[in-house]
């Protein structure tokens, strides 16, 4: 079992910066390749982001690129989500999930899940 928790959320104006956390305890997380996904109201959960167990890799939807970095600090059992230049399209809840596979972008491959942290942005 692998318990995640996300914090670092909250309403920032068009722009702006936030770095999303999620922390994990439980299993050994670097055994874990990481990702984040968000929801917006009305939508399906999306595939945001995702970075392996070895840190080598990482992949990012088309919507973030240039905008969004995935980091991971397996020392401190603890994913982040630097986002740059906010877009009021980037409403949503955010999660952090964790996958046994290497490299996945599909929901249904990811065994474990957050509770999501709220982002807001302003126009």
């Known amino acids: 079992q692998v318990q995640l928790v996300e914090s670092g959320g909250g309403l920032v104006q068009a722009g702006d910066s936030l770095r999303l956390s999620c922390v994990a305890s439980?299993?050994?997380?670097?055994?874990?390749?990481m990702g984040w996904f968000r929801q917006a109201p009305g939508k399906e959960r999306e595939f945001v982001a995702l970075?392996?167990?070895?840190?080598?890799?990482?992949r990012y939807v088309d919507s973030v690129k240039g905008r969004f970095t995935i980091s991971r600090d397996n020392a401190k059992n603890t994913l982040y989500l630097q986002m740059n230049s906010l877009k009021p399209e980037d409403t949503a809840v955010y999660y952090c999930?964790?996958?046994?596979?290497?490299?996945?972008?599909?929901?249904?491959?990811?065994?474990?899940w957050g509770q999501g942290t709220q982002v807001t942005v302003s126009s």
């Open positions: 999930a964790a996958t046994s596979r290497l490299v996945t972008t599909q929901r249904s491959n990811y065994d474990y």
């Open positions: 439980g299993r050994t997380f670097s055994s874990y390749s």
């Open positions: 970075i392996a167990m070895n840190n080598d890799i990482t």
